[in-house]
Each structure stands twice: as C-alpha cells, then as structure tokens.
C-alpha cells in the first residue's frame, strides 16, 4: 500500500486543471483543514474531497479482495467514517464541502459532474451575499427580521 498515490492522483488533475482554466483559484492538499481536503477554494468557502471509489467505499462501485476480507471491511469502514467525521467538523466552521467520486470522472460523465462542480462553487459564493431571510412571528404572523418593536428610553446626562 505504499505504492498508492494519497496526492496528485489522476481524478484530482482533472479537477484542478479544469478549476484553474474556468479562473478559479485554489489551494491543495491544505493540511490546517480537517481531512485536508484536495482542493480549498477560501474565495468561495469550499472544500473538495475527490474520492477514490474503493478506497472509500462508494457502494455502486464497491468490490472487496476476496482475500484478507474482514480487514479490507474494517478499513475501509472506518474511511467512511473518518470522512464524514471531517466533512462535519467542516461544516462547522463555515465551509462548504464537495465530494467528487472517481467514477464521476469517467468521459462519459466528466463534463456534467466538472459543470456541477462550477455550478456549485458560484451558487456558494452567491450565498454568501444573500441577506438572512426573516421568519414569521409566531404570536402575529408577520415576517421579523430582528426582535420585535422595543421601546427605548432616553437617558439623559
């Protein structure tokens, strides 16, 4: 398992050199991130995971070693679940994250997922700009932005 490339696999070149020619500008490999995603846009408040399918279990494509299996079962298990520790710990401080699957990457699909990708980054970074949306009181019924009306008093000195 030493042989396997962890960085600068095939799936990310294809990601990154298709990012940089739409005028995108990222960093890789950031390792102050949780999971130090393969690709951090900071403009647009994005991280991407691009997975291999194996190595992280996608389900359609899944194929266990039939020998050794229950160790191949456990790690890649625990992949699965150290992915989704770090996505959340993402989240939390404010980031978007993508996961781009290998398979997703095929030419017979790669166009579509690398526009959805493109899709995705600008409808975050639009996000960012949107004012909060106002909820509705519960008592009156009418959109609040902020806490109702209060009257304040002047103070004088």
């Known amino acids: 398992m030493a042989r396997i490339k962890g960085k600068d696999t095939k799936p990310e070149l294809i990601v990154r050199q298709y990012l940089y020619s739409r005028g995108y500008r990222y960093r890789k490999n950031v390792r102050t991130l949780p999971g130090t995603p393969d690709i951090v846009l900071k403009k647009y408040r994005v991280a991407i995971f691009i997975h291999g399918c194996f190595w992280h279990g996608h389900e359609p494509h899944l194929r266990l070693p039939?020998?050794?299996?229950e160790y191949w079962e456990q790690k890649i298990a625990r992949n699965r679940e150290r992915d989704e520790e770090n996505k959340e710990r993402l989240r939390r401080l404010g980031w978007?994250?993508?996961t781009v699957w290998e398979c997703q990457l095929r030419p017979e699909c790669r166009r579509d997922t690398l526009l959805e990708i493109e899709y995705h980054l600008n409808h975050n970074y639009l996000n960012q700009f949107r004012p909060p949306r106002p909820y509705n009181d519960?008592?009156?019924?009418?959109?609040?932005?902020?806490e109702s009306n209060t009257q304040y008093q002047k103070t004088t000195e």
């Open 66 to 69: 039939k020998s050794n299996r």
């Open 96 to 98: 978007s994250v993508m």
């Open 138 to 146: 519960t008592e009156t019924g009418t959109p609040q932005v902020a």
